[in-house]
């Protein structure tokens, strides 16, 4: 008998030492559908570049990757065992850009170590650090899991996934009721009003006495100066919750709903941003010391030992508050966070030739 389900991608991630594991990985998933599917009405499709990928031209091989497979799952299944991976010019390996880029989207990650033997012909030590620095790194900023066999991996993985569908069915769930009861609402003012013929202006007027003007976060100027006023698609703007500045756009598929079209980052947004991208040129231009004493370039000053000292300490915070592994460009890069940099400054009162002093 047919049935309606939602469909889940699942992105099975890992190095190429796990070939065992993302086979069986997929036929956890498989066995997970024969035997959930109707009863929680979604079904899990795992994608894995075996069989999800095409030849392309024209880009980084792991940008290919994330443009035919990652932008499109839903949730990322990540394993590593004895190897991280090979760079791929913006990551330690194309895994771990896989599970930044799932992370950075808000996409839920799950991380697996395999605790099972490593044949000593294999050991890779060049790797083997890679990876346990990496999964240092990990351990501060995630919950992961192990396994010691492939059957305790499916066991696991029988368990865990029903947990995650779960999670995800009422987070939707919470989104899509929400949409309702408003709409719903919103339905029986309208009723109300009509039956006793209050006007949409004494409705409002009555609100705003009762309530009081409305008040966001983050920004000083007050809702209510933006009344009256359309954005760039004639629907009205206003402020959000956080004081960003948005167009409310209407929601085709919710009746009644809004969604912010964003127009402007409230201040606090804007300077932390900018704080963030100064601490990461500061790191950047640290390096740049070092490099230039240790190669001989340069030779400290009288005094500068505590001041490199400090400035060492400094690089290490910045480094355990961002990830070094997300610090430090090529030049294109370089550029970009330049002008990201430059354009944030002008923004918040800079002179354009100031605001390029980077």
């Not at 629907?235 to 956080?242: R, S, T």
């Amino acid at each position: 008998m047919t049935f309606k389900a939602d469909v889940l991608r699942i992105l099975i991630a890992s190095p190429s030492d796990l070939a065992e594991e993302r086979t069986a990985a997929i036929r956890a998933i498989n066995d997970w559908n024969a035997l959930h599917s109707s009863a929680e009405q979604i079904v899990l499709l795992p994608v894995a570049w075996e069989t999800h990928s095409r030849p392309a031209f024209g880009d980084r091989p792991q940008a290919i990757l994330n443009q035919q497979l990652v932008d499109d799952c839903d949730i990322l299944l990540g394993m590593f065992w004895a190897r991280l991976g090979s760079d791929t010019g913006k990551a330690p390996s194309g895994t771990v850009e896989e599970i930044d880029r799932m992370a950075a989207a808000s996409r839920p990650v799950m991380i697996y170590f395999s605790d099972r033997p490593v044949a000593p012909s294999a050991i890779n030590l060049d790797q083997m650090g890679k990876l346990a620095a990496f999964k240092a790194e990990t351990m501060v900023h995630a919950l992961v899991g192990s396994f010691t066999s492939l059957d305790e991996l499916n066991s696991i993985l029988a368990r865990d996934l029903t947990r995650q569908v779960r999670d995800l069915r009422r987070e939707r769930r919470s989104v899509r009721l929400r949409g309702i009861d408003r709409a719903t609402k919103v339905t029986e003012l309208l009723v109300l009003h009509k039956q006793h013929d209050i006007s949409p202006q004494e409705f409002r007027a009555f609100d705003e006495a009762l309530r009081g003007p409305r008040q966001s976060l983050g920004v000083s100027a007050n809702a209510k100066a933006y009344e009256g006023q359309t954005g760039p698609n004639g629907q009205p703007v206003g402020l959000d919750d956080e004081g960003n500045l948005v167009e409310w756009i209407p929601d085709d598929e919710e009746v009644g709903e809004t969604w912010p079209m964003m127009l402007r980052r409230n201040d606090d947004a804007i300077q932390k941003a900018y704080s963030e991208f100064w601490d990461q040129v500061w790191w950047n231009r640290h390096k740049s010391w070092i490099y230039r004493l240790e190669s001989g370039q340069e030779v400290l000053r009288d005094g500068q030992e505590a001041v490199l000292e400090k400035a060492k300490s400094a690089a290490r915070r910045i480094e355990r508050k961002y990830g070094k592994r997300n610090l430090g460009w090529d030049d294109f890069n370089w550029g970009l966070l330049s002008g990201r940099m430059s354009a944030l400054a002008w923004v918040t009162g800079a002179e354009w030739d100031e605001s390029l002093d980077t």
